[in-house]
């Protein structure tokens, strides 16, 4: 199957530091990425569609200026935390779809942890 | 408004039983999947099962079979001769066509515990 992976996969930073979280897909292209945070026994939240090669697409509420998205080519998409603060400390994962495929599913990153201390 | 909705924050079932997991989902976009995750105390979203839309038949996979029934807009997860192994939160989600961005949203989650 499709793998994706994430790096790092566990970050721990100080407060006002600023953090990149890289997602590739390892063996197909994805022109679409989604980036999705999570904290501690909730769901997995949507935060932007990342788009090869155009300005992601933030979801409402999500600050653009504070996670700023960039998907620079078919198999790489990073999100970067800026200036991170204790209440950015959470579960950020990152989904790609393949766009070689029709009815495909998304394949998910295996998670990065961020602790803002 | 609330794409999906799992009302079951927790479920327990014995060891070897079969368990259903409620999902409920609204969309007005004809084209729509819908899929179940499990996710382990480790954070991986481990890919269950996907129905389409346009499925006539149930999905099925191994253990894993989807109730469908469109009108009622309902896509329950039922698992069959539970293991301790499937202890985990488990998530319903939907991902909409292209009217919607492709963007696959999430239900609020289920965790189950296998009794041995």
């Known amino acids: 199957g499709a793998v994706v992976s994430q790096h790092p996969s566990r970050v721990i930073c100080k407060s006002g530091t600023s953090v990149k979280i890289e997602c590739r897909s390892l063996?197909?292209?994805?022109?679409?990425m989604f980036w999705y945070r999570q904290f501690p026994k909730q769901s997995l939240m949507l935060m932007a569609t990342?788009?090869?090669?155009?300005?992601?697409?933030?979801e409402q509420g999500v600050e653009k200026d504070k996670f700023l998205i960039n998907h620079a080519s078919l198999t790489l998409s990073t999100l970067t935390v800026a200036s991170a603060h204790p209440e950015d400390s959470s579960f950020y994962i990152c989904?790609?779809?393949?766009?070689?495929?029709?009815?495909?599913?998304?394949?998910f990153g295996p998670g990065t942890r961020l602790l803002v201390l | 408004a609330q794409k999906i909705t799992q009302t079951q924050p927790g479920m327990f079932v014995q060891e070897k039983e079969a368990v259903t997991l409620d999902c409920t989902y609204d969309t007005s976009d004809p084209s729509y999947g819908l899929f179940w995750y499990k996710q382990p105390s480790s954070g991986e979203m481990i890919f269950l099962i996907y129905q389409g839309s346009y499925d006539q038949q149930n999905a099925t996979e191994g253990r894993y079979s989807l109730n469908f029934q469109k009108a009622r807009k309902s896509a329950n997860l039922v698992i069959s001769a539970s293991q301790l192994g499937d202890s985990a939160m488990y998530f319903c989600?939907?991902?909409?066509?292209?009217?919607?961005?492709?963007?696959?949203?999430f239900g609020a989650g289920t965790r189950l515990f296998v009794k041995a």
């Open positions: 989600a939907m991902r909409e066509g292209e009217t919607g961005g492709f963007k696959t949203i």
């Open positions: 063996d197909f292209q994805a022109t679409t």
């Open positions: 990342s788009n090869e090669g155009s300005k992601a697409t933030y």
């Open positions: 989904s790609a779809r393949d766009s070689g495929r029709l009815g495909e599913t998304q394949y």
